[in-house]
């Protein structure tokens, strides 16, 4: 098969302190600002360094690694909106990326006319776009609202735009990062399924996501980032179990105070918000480092802010080892949260009257939010979440994840009890 993308020796190093940016009024502003003449001083960051891999025509590639591992660095350099510093890499044919909600939109034109204005950066002619017009517009919901300035738009309206057009317009190679997360669940299925029909198309797409259970479903293949280089290559499933096991042991490390499954002193000076303390608790309000099956038990997320916002939510997700998403909770679904925070310090209970999975290990993700726009601060692997066995049903056999994954309560009553509004037993 032919070679679409092809990436030999890719390093990319930045002066810390400089900015990132390489558009004219950045460098203007160093300039000015003298910090050019004062750059031979400072320190280095490698963002990317020696990375090698090929992509074949037809394939989808899923990228994944953790915050700073570098990958929006190296779909930045496919690109081309930032040179790399050493090595290269070619892409074969048109490339359509989307790295950003909006990407090339232009605040102050319609929805119609910025899907003409990025089909004609994306290098297609007019009579090309016209006959996708309306395919384009059906799929990202907003026909409504199409003649109407995008500055107007949400940021879930724009990303629902700025998708439709690039994953309309034929791209020979199509390249994502997760900006997918400020959609709703249906449009994220179709964005997936959409991708899915690109690359049956025999086109090329990189896929950067956090939702490991996205990458194993649609990828052909996975490349796992670490400190800016390749740590793994290969079949999705391997790939994205070495990650959560590397992850897992990572965060577990972190946990250095008894009674806490994680906990670090304060977040990153980069970081407007994070989570500094995770506690799993008991019935009667006992740390405890293992749940169990049925039982009551309290997560207590302590977070951290940099600056105030008017509508947060949390978000506590529980996936397999493997990365299929097991259990998803959040406080949005709340009618008195999402809730307002001051910079500071902060804690929110999360409660389960019964913790319905079997005896097992889960990996734990935390994320804080702004509903419907954003995720502020995201950990794909938080730390490890033991359940232990326990024996529910009185049957012997306590659930255990190597035969099934989610044990529930429930009432069952014999048919003519049951029309009598009788309950024979609850299990």
Same mark, same amino acid.
């Given at each position: 098969?032919?070679?679409?993308?092809?990436?030999?020796n890719?390093?990319?190093?930045?002066?810390?302190?400089?900015?990132?940016e390489?558009?004219?009024? +950045?460098?203007?502003?160093d300039?000015?600002?003298?910090?050019?003449?004062?750059?031979?001083?400072? @320190?280095e960051?490698w963002?990317?360094r020696?990375?090698?891999?090929e992509?074949?025509?037809?394939?989808?590639?899923?990228?994944?690694?953790?915050n700073g591992?570098?990958?929006?660095?190296l779909?930045k350099?496919?690109?081309?909106?930032t $040179?790399p510093?050493?090595?290269?890499?070619?892409v074969?044919?048109r490339?359509?990326?989307?790295?950003?909600?909006g990407?090339?939109?232009?605040?102050?034109?319609?929805?119609? @006319?910025?899907?003409f204005?990025?089909?004609a950066?994306?290098?297609?002619?007019?009579?090309?776009?016209?006959?996708?017009?309306?395919?384009?517009?059906?799929f990202?919901?907003?026909?409504k609202?199409?003649?109407?300035p995008?500055?107007r738009y949400?940021?879930?309206?724009?990303?629902?735009?700025a998708?439709?057009?690039?994953?309309?317009?034929?791209?020979?190679?199509?390249?994502?990062?997760?900006?997918?997360a400020?959609g709703?669940?249906?449009f994220?299925k179709?964005?997936?399924?959409?991708?899915n029909?690109?690359?049956?198309q025999?086109?090329?797409?990189?896929?950067v996501?956090?939702?490991?259970?996205a990458?194993?479903?649609?990828?052909?293949?996975?490349?796992?980032?670490?400190?800016?280089?390749?740590?793994?290559s290969?079949e $999705?499933?391997?790939?994205?179990?070495?990650?959560?096991?590397? +992850?897992?042991?990572?965060?577990?490390?972190?946990?250095?105070r008894?009674?806490?499954?994680?906990?670090?002193?304060s977040?990153?000076?980069a970081?407007?918000?994070?989570?500094?303390?995770?506690?799993m608790?008991?019935?009667?309000?006992?740390?405890v480092?293992?749940?169990?099956?049925?039982e009551?038990?309290?997560?207590?997320?302590?977070?951290?802010?940099?600056?105030?916002y008017?509508?947060?939510?949390?978000?506590?997700q529980?996936?397999?080892?493997?990365?299929?998403?097991?259990?998803?909770?959040?406080?949005?679904?709340?009618q008195?949260?999402p809730?307002?925070?001051?910079p500071?310090?902060?804690?929110?209970?999360?409660?389960?009257?019964?913790?319905?999975?079997?005896?097992? @290990?889960y990996?734990?993700?935390?994320?804080?939010?702004?509903?419907?726009?954003?995720?502020?601060?995201?950990?794909?692997?938080l730390?490890r979440?033991?359940?232990? $066995?326990r024996?529910?049903?009185?049957?012997?056999?306590p659930?255990?994840?190597?035969?099934y994954l989610?044990a529930?309560?429930?009432h069952?009553a014999?048919?003519?009890?049951a029309?009598?509004?009788?309950?024979v037993?609850?299990?």
């Amino acid at each position: 098969m032919t070679i679409a993308v092809k990436v030999e020796n890719l390093g990319k190093c930045f002066l810390l302190g400089e900015s990132f940016e390489h558009t004219l009024s +950045s460098r203007v502003g160093d300039l000015l600002r003298g910090r050019m003449r004062r750059a031979a001083g400072r @320190e280095e960051f490698w963002a990317l360094r020696d990375v090698n891999f090929e992509v074949k025509e037809g394939e989808v590639l899923g990228i994944i690694g953790g915050n700073g591992a570098g990958k929006s660095t190296l779909l930045k350099v496919l690109s081309r909106i930032t $040179p790399p510093t050493a090595g290269r890499a070619r892409v074969k044919g048109r490339l359509s990326s989307l790295l950003e909600v909006g990407t090339g939109f232009h605040p102050e034109l319609t929805g119609r @006319e910025n899907v003409f204005l990025n089909g004609a950066i994306l290098g297609m002619r007019k009579h090309e776009v016209e006959r996708k017009f309306d395919e384009i517009v059906a799929f990202s919901g907003v026909e409504k609202f199409i003649d109407t300035p995008v500055k107007r738009y949400s940021s879930g309206m724009y990303v629902r735009l700025a998708f439709a057009v690039a994953a309309h317009l034929e791209p020979d190679v199509l390249i994502i990062d997760e900006v997918l997360a400020v959609g709703d669940a249906d449009f994220q299925k179709r964005c997936l399924g959409k991708m899915n029909d690109v690359a049956k198309q025999g086109r090329t797409v990189l896929f950067v996501s956090h939702n490991m259970a996205a990458v194993q479903k649609l990828c052909s293949r996975a490349i796992w980032m670490r400190e800016g280089q390749v740590a793994s290559s290969g079949e $999705p499933g391997e790939v994205i179990g070495a990650y959560l096991e590397a +992850s897992g042991q990572q965060a577990s490390g972190e946990a250095i105070r008894p009674g806490y499954l994680y906990w670090r002193e304060s977040i990153a000076e980069a970081e407007d918000a994070g989570i500094t303390s995770l506690q799993m608790l008991d019935a009667y309000d006992r740390p405890v480092q293992a749940a169990a099956t049925f039982e009551r038990l309290r997560f207590r997320i302590g977070f951290e802010t940099r600056r105030a916002y008017r509508s947060f939510s949390a978000v506590l997700q529980v996936n397999t080892s493997d990365g299929v998403s097991l259990l998803l909770t959040s406080t949005t679904p709340d009618q008195s949260l999402p809730f307002s925070v001051e910079p500071g310090t902060h804690g929110i209970d999360c409660e389960f009257e019964r913790f319905p999975l079997a005896a097992g @290990e889960y990996m734990l993700d935390l994320g804080l939010a702004i509903p419907g726009i954003e995720y502020v601060w995201r950990n794909e692997v938080l730390c490890r979440l033991r359940v232990e $066995p326990r024996d529910v049903f009185g049957s012997g056999l306590p659930p255990d994840s190597r035969r099934y994954l989610v044990a529930t309560p429930s009432h069952w009553a014999l048919a003519h009890e049951a029309a009598k509004g009788k309950d024979v037993v609850a299990g």
